[in-house]
C-alpha cells in the first residue's frame, strides 16, 4: 500500500512551460462533466466565484502508483492537495467560492476518493478529455493513460480570472486560492 497523503522528499518541481498562459479571460466551455454526485455539471452556467483544481489522478491504497511516478514533475501530490482543499473549505466557503476537483480519471475511482477522505465537494470527470481538449490544458502520458498537468483556475460568472500552473506543493495550493481571493476578489 502506497502512503498517499504525504508528499516524499525530493520531489522534482515542475517548470513553467507557459502551457496556461492563454487560459486567462477564457470562457468555461459549455460541455458537461459527470460529477461524484451522479449529476451532470455543465460549469459555464455557473454564476458568482469557483475554484477548479485539476489533478492528474488520486491514488488509490489498493492499487499501486504508475511506474515512475514520483519522478514525473508535478504527478505526485493529488490526495495532499485534495485535503488541502477540504481542510480549507469553510474559508473558501466563506469567500462564496464553490470547489470543484477534476481529473481524467472515472467518476468511479473519484468517487472512491471522495468518500475516502471525505471530501465536501464534488469531484467531476473529464475522462474523454473534453474539457482538456476545448481549453487546451497542459496534459502528460503514462502508463497508457493521457492526465490533466496540475493546475488550479479561479472563475467568476464562467470566465478564468486567476490560473496558478505549475502547482507545486500541491498541499499550498489552497493557501494560495485563499490568499489571492482575499486580495483580488471583487
Not at 498562459?21 to 466565484?49: F, M, Q, V, Y
Not at 468518500?115 to 497542459?138: I, T, Y
Not at 497508457?144 to 480570472?161: A, E, F, P, S, V
Request: proline share 8%; charged share 20%.
Amino acid at each position: 500500500m502506497n502512503q498517499l497523503t504525504e508528499l516524499p522528499e525530493n520531489l522534482p518541481v515542475p517548470e513553467d512551460d507557459g502551457a496556461c498562459d492563454h487560459l486567462p479571460g477564457l470562457k468555461l466551455p459549455a460541455l458537461s462533466l459527470s460529477a461524484t454526485n451522479g449529476e451532470s455539471i455543465n460549469l459555464s452556467t455557473h454564476s458568482g466565484w469557483m475554484v477548479i483544481y485539476c489533478y492528474p489522478m488520486t491514488g488509490r491504497p489498493d492499487r499501486e502508483l504508475p511506474a515512475g511516478w514520483n519522478t514525473i514533475p508535478g504527478a505526485r501530490g493529488c490526495t495532499p492537495q485534495a485535503c488541502a482543499f477540504r481542510d480549507h473549505y469553510q474559508e473558501l466557503a466563506a469567500l462564496d467560492t464553490d470547489v470543484y476537483g477534476l481529473s481524467t480519471q472515472t467518476s468511479d475511482d473519484q468517487l472512491e476518493a471522495k468518500q475516502r477522505l471525505h471530501l465536501p465537494f464534488e469531484l467531476l470527470s473529464d475522462h474523454k478529455l473534453d474539457f482538456a481538449n476545448a481549453l487546451k490544458l497542459p496534459v502528460f502520458e503514462t502508463d497508457n493513460m493521457k492526465l490533466i498537468k496540475r493546475l488550479t483556475m479561479i472563475m467568476h460568472d464562467g470566465t478564468i480570472k486567476k490560473v496558478f500552473y505549475p502547482v507545486f506543493p500541491p498541499d499550498s495550493n489552497a493557501t494560495q486560492v485563499i490568499e489571492w481571493l482575499h486580495t483580488n476578489k471583487i
